[in-house]
């Protein structure tokens, strides 16, 4: 079938835009699951090994990265939660916006018990 | 097809002037994304600006036929009824799905261009006119009508009022294509049979009366079929009758998996 | 160009095209040919019901349906035809709750029934519950419930094909038949917008179903796609049309947009106010007040304004006022005409009246049809193989005046009947009649003239001219001299319309073009209608003038039957054409000759019309 | 008046249109459950594990090869991870494939990325799984520093 020609953006609102979220952190953790279990397995090979790689997980950088990717499972899973209520609650879909603000608060309040703790460890003291 | 963006001239447009509630006049742009599949140089597809005169109540629909009645006849859009009941011009304004006949000119910021596009995921014929013909295609699939066995009854079959009610909203789909053209998913292969067919099968599987649930669950049951809405809603926000489409591909999936367990 | 062969052609696919193509696929080869997707019809916008006397809410029978029909329709109705039609009612509306129609129920589950204007019990004594509904979208589900069972039946549809030209074995414009003598139609060219090429259809039957005309006034509750193409395609291929003098004016169109608020508001109770809020109808109407037939509560309104007690700013419309009823039951019985005023006007009409005028809704008149929907060449000759349902044609049953809720009974029954007669005389010919040796010939020259013209007059200019002078001379009050001027003026559009040029020269989906041929239906309408009116010196349903305000039963208790023809066809205007009225307009090159036909009257007599 | 040309080819309008292909059948049904069930209990593990592993004393920099042998020398964390490992790669893997479907519109396109993603769960999940029930949390010849203190108990 030919494409029509592409124009400007749609612009969705929050549904569609939680779904491109939902979806792109969905890749992000998956992507970022593979390359873990590879890591982990390494606890296979040697303990050096294992050490050498983890100890790439503290330095800041990685830390960042870290702050990121729970953020992406953060906001993945409650909206994954958010979705599944669309799904099986018949009033689900009538308050699927509502639910979205739901998310988003929770998130935060999620991120924010999260971040200065975790930030603490990986700028902080430690090894 | 360098459009003029002239003021109009001054008779133009008497029409609602006299409508209660008139606003003063004023001016406004569209900006129209353009295919002529008939073009000699090639470039055939542009955006073209026409600054209209426009009042109070004048809907997109009008800006656009004061455009081809007034500057440029080669403006091709479909339309009938204007008043939203027809289901013919679905097109996208500023960036999502409405209806033109629909959609006042006020209500979308006339200050700004107004841009004005077909609706995405149909092959574009002309300007702002698709192919409709996979939409209808999809549409045909999901057998949009009353399936019954035995014999007619002499009178009318009877039916709750709540059982009428219960598929009310459904019934009131115009086939514009408004949702299934803003389904993120339909765009991208055009292969999902889209939010219209599901909510016509919607409008006939909670129908008491009819007796072809499970042959619409069959055909819907599909890689194409229901399984592939992810919930973006764009479909609801998009349909000019207020139907609760989402809510109803929830409820035909709901459906589906009572029917599998 | 690509010919086709069918033994059925439906032109048009609203609720009188679709209904008949149900019938007609059941046993004859179909196709159906419509300019616009068939849910797309102007079918789709009707709101307020369909009349039945199923008497599933309180006591009726059709006998007292077909009367009230006869007298909405100031007796000029063929009552024959309006008791078919009441009698075949009941099974209409059966057949599409069968069909799948979700109508809405009464708390026993049978089909709900509610009132409407005209519409009453034992002869006039109080309004009746007769009008079967599906909130206030019954046209949409009618149209919508007509086109799945097409898809059910797999019938064929060509889609945004425009018919542009009717063939017949005989020029009936020139030639002089003998009265009995046959003509057969033999088929329909048709253009088709999304390539821009001529199809001609060879068919053994040819039903017609394009609708109304209303785009011939500017105020109108009709599509823009109105534009009367069957009836000019025949009025130009030299058949008569009926009754074109009758345009109903709706009472309720949104003011100065003239987009509809069904008469079922009024039906669920809600009430015309005038400036100073007074009940007027009370004093025009006092047994039925706001449920009185269209033609009186319209003029009624009119006649407010006129008389310096409109509302709003200018004075200029009435108001519609259904404050006094419950949200929730405005939501269930009225929801999409709500939405209406508040789109399109900004007025939330559960705390505000709404502003209301008439507009141009109905056409009356159309195609002579007998009640088998067989074409009529004159007043008793049919055109063999050619049908017409459906607001093009006329019946005639609904005299000068339709009654609500008669149209979609309108469409269901006779487009039922036309199907079926359709299919049946198909059958029982043997081989297609030859087509003419050059069938698209008129179409290709017209078109490519048209397109061809570099530069001229603008289509809009000249549509706007027609509405405006339409809307200004020949609307709900109107006079010999008003009249003269509406011809006066269409005279001159069609003169410019000679020269009207599109800018777009190209091929495909040309709908400036198309707009521009249109144009030229509407301008053969309008001066139809106008001729129509001026020769109709009285006043009888919703053809009022001024300078005649009776009715005048002596002289006009007859249907006009307006003919076109060559200023060269000399003596058929004498001869040929029964009920001569002594008319005959002239003008570049044609005439225009109104003869009449008589009405047929079964069980009623005239009476005088009150409510 | 911006005029952005852009080519276009465009075939001929009312293309006979149908369907590439039905491809009816429970298969979506089950796997759209089953993205709703798996999530539910990833998030219990998934929560459970990044609490223990990040937020548990002093987060991140308490991760090392014995912190890990010590987890998983208790059943009740070789259970959880497992399922963990399986879960979240079962339900990544379809959620990747649902994308894959959406967006790769060509047959071989899709085929090609159908079958890295299955490659890349195989090997994972195998690996993966191998790990935590092979896994010796004291190996004979490592560096005592570096093993949990179980190893010495
Ligand atoms: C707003 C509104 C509300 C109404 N409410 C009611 C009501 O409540 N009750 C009631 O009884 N009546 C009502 N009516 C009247 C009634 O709806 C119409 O009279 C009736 O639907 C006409 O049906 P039809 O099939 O004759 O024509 P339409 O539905 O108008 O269909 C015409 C068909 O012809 C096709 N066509 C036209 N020209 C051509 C051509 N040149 N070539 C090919 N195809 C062509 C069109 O594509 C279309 O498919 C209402 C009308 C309006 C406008
Ligand atoms: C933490 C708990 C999780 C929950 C509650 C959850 C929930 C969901 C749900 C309900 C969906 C279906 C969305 C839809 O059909 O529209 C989904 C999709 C997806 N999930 Fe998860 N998930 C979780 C964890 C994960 C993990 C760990 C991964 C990665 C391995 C992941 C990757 C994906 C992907 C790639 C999709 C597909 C997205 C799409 O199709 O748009 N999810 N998730
Ligand atoms: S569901 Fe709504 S948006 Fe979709 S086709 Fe029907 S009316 Fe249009
Ligand atoms: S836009 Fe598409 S994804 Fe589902 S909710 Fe609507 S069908
Ligand atoms: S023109 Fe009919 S829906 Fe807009």
Redesign the interface.
């Known amino acids: 079938?030919?494409?029509?020609?592409g124009?400007?953006?749609?612009?969705?609102?929050?549904?569609?835009w939680s779904?491109v979220a939902h979806?792109v952190t969905?890749?992000l953790?998956?992507f970022f699951?593979?390359v873990h279990?590879?890591d982990?397995?390494l606890?296979?090979v040697?303990?050096?090994a294992?050490?050498v790689v983890?100890?790439a997980?503290?330095t800041p950088i990685m830390?960042l990265g870290?702050a990121g990717l729970?953020a992406a499972?953060v906001f993945h899973?409650f909206n994954?939660?958010r979705?599944?209520l669309?799904?099986?609650w018949s009033k689900?879909?009538?308050y699927?916006r509502v639910m979205l603000y739901v998310v988003l608060g929770l998130f935060v309040v999620t991120m924010a018990g999260?971040l200065p703790?975790?930030l603490m460890?990986?700028f902080g003291?430690?090894? | 097809m360098t459009a003029v963006a002239e003021n109009t001239r001054a008779d133009a447009g008497t029409q609602t002037d006299d409508a209660p509630g008139a606003v003063a006049s004023f001016e406004v742009t569209l900006k129209i994304r353009r295919y002529n599949p008939e073009s000699e140089h090639g470039e055939n597809v542009i955006w073209d600006e026409f600054t209209v005169q426009a009042h109070g109540t004048d809907r997109v629909l009008d800006a656009l036929h004061k455009i081809k009645w007034e500057q440029d006849g080669s403006l091709t859009f479909r339309r009938s009824c204007a008043h939203g009941i027809c289901g013919s011009d679905a097109m996208r304004i500023n960036g999502r799905n409405r209806l033109a006949c629909k959609t006042l000119l006020k209500d979308v910021n006339p200050d700004k261009p107004i841009t004005v596009e077909p609706i995405k995921g149909l092959p574009v014929v002309k300007d702002l006119v698709v192919d409709m013909e996979p939409f209808f295609a999809s549409y045909r699939e999901i057998m949009p009508f009353l399936i019954t066995s035995g014999n007619e009854p002499s009178r009318e079959r009877i039916q709750s009022q709540a059982d009428r009610d219960r598929f009310d909203d459904t019934t009131k789909c115009i086939l514009c294509a408004a949702c299934t053209s803003s389904c993120p998913v339909f765009w991208t292969d055009g292969q999902y049979f889209g939010p219209a067919a599901i909510v016509n099968a919607h409008r006939f599987i909670f129908d008491s009366r009819d007796e072809g649930a499970q042959q619409r669950l069959e055909i819907l049951n599909d890689k194409e079929g229901v399984w592939r809405c992810r919930t973006t809603f764009n479909c609801t926000e998009a349909c000019p009758r207020g139907i609760q489409v989402t809510k109803a591909i929830q409820e035909v999936k709901r459906a589906m998996i009572t029917r599998a367990f | 160009m690509q010919t086709h062969q069918y033994d059925v052609v439906i032109v048009g696919a609203g609720g009188a095209g679709m209904r008949a193509a149900l019938e007609a696929s059941k046993d004859a080869r179909t196709a159906v040919i419509s300019k616009l997707y068939p849910t797309r019809s102007h079918t789709g916008a009707a709101q307020g019901g369909m009349c039945a006397a199923l008497a599933n809410v309180e006591e009726d029978n059709w006998e007292w349906h077909t009367f009230d029909t006869v007298k909405g329709g100031d007796y000029l109705v063929d009552q024959d035809a309006a008791e078919i039609m009441a009698k075949e009612a009941i099974d209409a509306v059966l057949d599409l709750e069968r069909m799948g129609l979700p109508f809405n129920r009464t708390p026993e589950g049978k089909i709900d029934q509610r009132r409407f204007g005209g519409h009453t019990r034992n002869h006039g004594e109080a309004a009746v519950r007769r009008a079967c509904y599906a909130a206030d979208r019954t046209g949409h589900m009618i149209l919508q419930t007509l086109y799945q069972n097409c898809v059910k039946q797999d019938v064929e549809f060509y889609n945004e094909f425009y018919v542009l030209d009717l063939l017949t074995d005989h020029d009936l414009t020139t030639e002089e038949l003998e009265d009995g003598a046959e003509v057969n139609a033999t088929g329909v060219v048709a253009y088709d917008l999304a390539t821009g090429e001529i199809h001609v259809f060879q068919a053994k039957a040819i039903v017609f179903a394009t609708g109304g005309a209303g785009k011939i006034f500017k105020t109108t509750s009709n599509a823009h796609t109105l534009t009367g193409d069957g009836m000019a395609l025949a009025y130009r291929r030299g058949l008569p049309l009926e009754d074109m003098e009758f345009f109903q004016f709706h009472p309720t169109g949104l003011a100065g947009l003239g987009i509809l608020l069904s008469e079922a508001a009024r039906g669920e109770g809600g009430i015309l106010r005038n400036g100073e809020g007074e009940r007027f109808m009370e004093r025009y109407a006092p047994t039925i007040k706001d449920l009185a037939p269209r033609d009186i509560v319209a003029r009624s309104m009119a006649n407010e304004v006129r008389e310096g007690r409109g509302a709003g700013p200018n004075k200029d419309y009435v108001l519609l006022d259904l404050t006094h009823l419950e949200p929730a039951h405005i939501d269930a019985k009225l929801p999409d005409i709500t939405e209406f005023a508040r789109t399109y006007l900004g007025v939330e009409p559960y705390t505000e009246p709404v502003p209301v005028y008439p507009t141009a809704h109905y056409a009356m008149g159309g195609v002579p049809t007998n009640v088998d929907g067989e074409v009529l060449r004159d007043s008793h000759n049919v055109v063999k193989g050619l049908y017409a349902a459906g607001e093009v044609a006329c019946v005639s049953v609904h005299g000068s005046n339709r009654l609500g809720t008669n149209s979609l009974l309108d469409i269901n029954v006779f487009g039922k009947r036309s199907g079926r007669s359709a299919a049946a005389y198909a059958k029982t010919v043997a081989q297609h009649k030859p087509l003419p040796e050059n069938p698209a010939e008129r179409v290709v020259q017209q078109l490519e003239e048209m397109r061809g013209r570099p530069d001229g007059e603008r289509v809009a200019d000249i549509r706007k001219a027609l509405q405006e002078t339409m809307d200004a001379n020949a609307q709900v009050f109107r006079t010999g001299e008003s009249l003269n001027t509406a011809l006066s003026d269409i005279r001159e559009l069609q003169k410019r319309y000679k020269n009207v040029s599109v800018q777009d020269k190209g091929k495909l989906f040309n709908t400036d073009l198309l707009e521009a041929i249109e144009l030229g239906f509407l301008l053969d309408i309008a001066e139809v209608t106008v001729l129509a009116a001026i020769n109709r010196k009285e006043s009888r349903g919703g053809h009022y003038r001024e300078d005649y305000p009776q009715r005048d039963d002596a002289n006009y208790m007859q249907h006009t039957m307006a003919y076109r023809r060559p200023t060269s066809a000399s003596d058929v205007a004498d001869g040929h054409i029964e009920g001569y009225f002594d008319h005959v307009e002239e003008f570049d090159g044609y005439k225009v000759v109104l003869g009449s036909k008589p009405v047929t009257q079964t069980r009623y007599e005239p009476m005088e019309r009150k409510y | 008046m911006t005029t952005t040309p852009s080519a276009q080819v465009i075939p001929s309008p009312r293309d006979p249109y149908a369907r590439r292909k039905t491809t009816r059948g429970n298969y979506e049904l089950y796997s759209w459950v089953f993205m709703r069930a798996s999530g539910v209990l990833l998030i219990v593990l998934i929560f459970g594990h990044l609490f223990v592993n990040l937020m548990v004393g002093e987060g991140v920099h308490r991760i090392d090869f014995a912190f890990v042998g010590g987890k998983w020398t208790s059943p009740f964390w070789q259970v959880w991870d497992l399922l963990m490992l399986w879960l979240a790669m079962f339900h990544g893997t379809n959620g990747v494939r649902t994308i894959i479907n959406d967006y790769a519109s060509r047959d071989l396109t899709r085929g090609i990325l159908k079958t890295l993603l299955y490659l890349a769960f195989v090997i994972t999940v195998a690996l993966g799984t191998l790990v935590i029930f092979t896994f010796e949390p004291c190996p004979a010849n490592a560096d005592p520093a570096l093993l949990a203190s179980i190893c010495f108990e």
């Open positions: 079938m030919p494409e029509a020609p124009g400007t953006l749609y612009r969705g609102r929050e549904g569609m779904w979806r969905g890749v953790i998956f699951l593979l279990v590879l982990t397995s606890v296979r040697s303990p050096e294992y050490n983890i100890s997980y503290k830390g870290e729970v499972i899973a994954g939660v979705v599944i669309v799904d099986y689900g879909p009538r699927h999260f703790r975790h460890n990986v003291g430690g090894h």
